[in-house]
């Protein structure tokens, strides 16, 4: 069964510019999330998905990040404009009902110059 | 003060050492208790999770909560220089496992 899929790997982009990352979580799977990781620290979470309704984001900064999971499957995560401090590995996860707990993707590396 | 407190390391130490890991949390609300193993440049993968409280055991890991302490801890027996990771403990609430809270992570070394 695959996993978790992230795209890109890697992003490197200047400040000010936008960046969107994809996730495609497992199969089956309604429950969808993505964290923040800094480097030296462990996930946040930014926001978690049930289907397609965002049932938590009180952790997202919405006046530069926005997300969206269409049809309930796969998942975008979009930074507008990026600053400085956005460089973090954006991991996305997945879990379904059936089993407690959360399968991670490989994340997204990005850097903001 | 965090929720959750872990020491970063990094832990070193040889191989077929016995390795003792660690978090501290304030909440006493937490009853999910998860170890995640998080290989360079890799997501998180779950090892083992313990409901509540007690010990659980996984061939060479067992993982212990003690809930009056407010105190978990993982032990990794006949460790080997594969398991040489950084090793996140993560807690849930009433919420479930569904809303996690992580630990800085500590970073293992086991060298051959």
């Known amino acids: 069964e695959a996993g978790v899929v992230q795209s890109p790997r890697y992003k490197i982009i200047e400040k000010k510019q936008p960046v969107a990352f994809w996730c495609n979580p497992i199969?089956?799977?309604?429950?969808l999330y993505w964290y923040r990781q800094n480097l030296g620290q462990g996930p946040e979470l930014l926001i978690r998905?049930?289907?397609?309704?965002?049932?938590?984001d009180s952790q997202l900064p919405k006046d530069r990040f926005s997300a969206e999971r269409l049809k309930g499957v796969d998942s975008t995560l979009k930074i507008q404009p990026a600053e400085l401090g956005d460089s973090a590995v954006y991991l996305c996860?997945?879990?379904?009902?059936?089993?407690?707990?959360?399968?991670f993707g490989p994340g997204t590396r990005l850097l903001v110059l | 003060q965090k929720e959750v407190e872990q020491d970063p390391g990094p832990l070193s130490v040889p191989e077929g050492a016995i390795v003792s890991l660690n978090c501290t949390y304030s909440?006493?609300?937490?009853?999910?208790f998860m170890w995640y193993r998080q290989y360079s440049r890799k997501g998180p993968e779950l090892l083992m999770y313990?409901?509540?409280?007690g010990n659980k055991e996984d061939g060479r890991f067992t993982a212990q909560v003690d809930k009056s302490s407010k105190y978990i801890s993982l032990f990794i027996r006949d460790s080997q220089p594969s398991d040489s990771a950084t090793y996140l403990c993560?807690?849930?609430?009433?919420?479930?496992?569904?809303?996690?809270?992580f630990g800085t992570g500590t970073r293992l070394l086991v060298s051959p």
């Open positions: 993560a807690m849930g609430g009433i919420t479930g496992f569904q809303k996690l809270v």
């Open positions: 909440n006493s609300a937490f009853q999910y």
């Open positions: 998905y049930e289907n397609e309704e965002a049932v938590d």
């Open positions: 199969s089956g799977h309604n429950t």
């Open positions: 996860a997945s879990s379904s009902w059936r089993e407690e707990t959360q399968y």
């Open positions: 313990t409901y509540s409280s």
